[in-house]
């Protein structure tokens, strides 16, 4: 299982599930803030027992300063590969009050399928808002979480 969240900012583009998705605001971080990859490399390492997303790619290097996190997820792949596993399916949600992301959900399900060498049908993504409560609902930042099934074929 893994979470991610990120602060929405200006002058920022919003990266979500690899895509680029028109909005006023982008995602705070020091890659591109992809906070639906990074709930997704989180659970691939945990289900690995190889730590997490900051242990293998530190948000104080510079090697990945402003890095598209479609590239961490390559990487989280071929880390979880050394140990002999292989994805067999992903099941995430992205919570975001704005904007509704029901439209880009089977771009980034391709693109996410792509990267991972999956099937599109084996990347479930789902959205859903706060109902305007907490941060996520005043429009302050994005999570997502993603749950994983890793096998050793």
């Known amino acids: 299982m893994g979470y991610d969240v990120h602060r929405l900012v200006k002058g920022r583009d919003l990266w979500l599930g690899g895509i680029k ?48 996190s479609k590239i961490l997820l390559r990487n989280t792949i071929e880390l979880i590969a050394t140990k002999g596993y292989q994805v067999s ?20 399900q391709e693109c996410l399928a792509n990267v991972m060498n999956l099937e599109v049908e084996d990347v479930s993504i789902k959205a859903t808002t706060t109902e305007k409560l907490g941060f996520t609902g005043r429009e302050e930042g994005i999570s997502a979480y993603a749950v994983v099934l890793i096998q050793k074929p």
């Open 21 to 68: 998705v028109e909005h006023t605001l982008g995602l705070d971080g020091h890659s591109d803030a992809d906070v639906l990859i990074h709930a997704i490399c989180d659970a691939l390492l945990g289900a690995a027992n190889m730590r997490d997303i900051g242990y293998h790619f530190p948000d104080n290097s510079d090697k990945y300063l402003n890095i598209d």
């Open 89 to 108: 399916n992903i099941d995430a949600t992205i919570c975001a009050e704005r904007p509704k992301l029901k439209p880009f959900i089977p771009q980034m």
